[in-house]
C-alpha cells in the first residue's frame, strides 16, 4: 500500500495551483494504473510515524514548501520511515526547501534531502523550451498524427539536477 501525499503549503507555491493538482491527481492514477491500492494523505499526517508505518512508499508529488512550525516533526518522522521502517520515497523537485512564505528554510536549504535521500542539489536551468512530436502513427495513442507532428510545446522550461551523495545510488 502507498500513500500520495497532498500539500497544501506547497500547491500555495507551485506556479499554478491548478498544475498542482493535476500533478497530485497524475500520481493518483498512475497508482491505479499500476494496481497499487493507495490513500490520499495530508502534509500534517507526515509528523506521525503510526500514521505512516502502514505504508510500503509515500509519493510526494510536490513537497518542498512546509509550515515551520511542523518542519521538525515531518523531518523527523521521515527519516524513521525511510531508515527504520524501510518505507520508500518517491519525490519531485526539492523536498522540504522553503517554509509557507517561500523563504528557503534557514542554513543548508538542501539539508532534510541530504540526510534523507542521500541526494543533494548537482544543477538547474532553463531550456529554450521543449517540442513534442509524433515519431509516427503506428500505435493507438499517436495514431491521429502524422510523422514528426508537433503534439506539444512547452517554452521556456526550467529543471534541477540532483547526484547521490551516498556513494550507493545512481542518478
Given at each position: 500500500?502507498?500513500?500520495?501525499?497532498?500539500?497544501?503549503?506547497?500547491?500555495?507555491?507551485?506556479?499554478?495551483?491548478?498544475?498542482?493538482?493535476?500533478?497530485?491527481?497524475?500520481?493518483?492514477?498512475?497508482?491505479?494504473?499500476?494496481?497499487?491500492?493507495?490513500?490520499?494523505?495530508?502534509?500534517?499526517?507526515?509528523?506521525?510515524?503510526?500514521?505512516?508505518?502502514?505504508?510500503?512508499?509515500?509519493?510526494?508529488?510536490?513537497?518542498?514548501?512546509?509550515?515551520?512550525?511542523?518542519?521538525?516533526?515531518?523531518?523527523?518522522?521521515?527519516?524513521?520511515?525511510?531508515?527504520?521502517?524501510?518505507?520508500?520515497?518517491?519525490?519531485?523537485?526539492?523536498?522540504?526547501?522553503?517554509?509557507?512564505?517561500?523563504?528557503?528554510?534557514?542554513?543548508?536549504?538542501?539539508?532534510?534531502?541530504?540526510?534523507?535521500?542521500?541526494?543533494?542539489?548537482?544543477?538547474?536551468?532553463?531550456?529554450?523550451?521543449v517540442v513534442i512530436k509524433a515519431v509516427d502513427?503506428?500505435?493507438?495513442?499517436?495514431?491521429?498524427y502524422g510523422v514528426n507532428e508537433q503534439v506539444?510545446?512547452?517554452?521556456?522550461?526550467?529543471?534541477?539536477?540532483?547526484?547521490?551523495?551516498?556513494?550507493?545510488?545512481?542518478?
Amino acid at each position: 500500500r502507498v500513500a500520495v501525499v497532498y500539500s497544501e503549503t506547497s500547491a500555495n507555491f507551485y506556479f499554478d495551483k491548478t498544475a498542482y493538482g493535476q500533478l497530485f491527481m497524475a500520481a493518483q492514477n498512475q497508482a491505479m494504473q499500476a494496481g497499487l491500492p493507495f490513500d490520499v494523505i495530508s502534509e500534517s499526517d507526515l509528523t506521525n510515524i503510526a500514521t505512516l508505518a502502514k505504508y510500503d512508499a509515500l509519493i510526494l508529488p510536490g513537497l518542498s514548501h512546509v509550515q515551520s512550525a511542523d518542519l521538525a516533526a515531518i523531518t523527523a518522522t521521515l527519516t524513521t520511515a525511510v531508515r527504520d521502517y524501510g518505507i520508500g520515497l518517491v519525490t519531485m523537485g526539492n523536498l522540504l526547501t522553503n517554509d509557507q512564505t517561500g523563504a528557503p528554510l534557514a542554513g543548508d536549504t538542501y539539508a532534510r534531502m541530504k540526510a534523507i535521500q542521500g541526494v543533494a542539489l548537482d544543477g538547474f536551468g532553463t531550456t529554450n523550451g521543449v517540442v513534442i512530436k509524433a515519431v509516427d502513427g503506428s500505435h493507438p495513442v499517436s495514431d491521429l498524427y502524422g510523422v514528426n507532428e508537433q503534439v506539444g510545446a512547452y517554452s521556456p522550461t526550467s529543471y534541477l539536477t540532483f547526484k547521490d551523495i551516498t556513494g550507493t545510488g545512481q542518478t
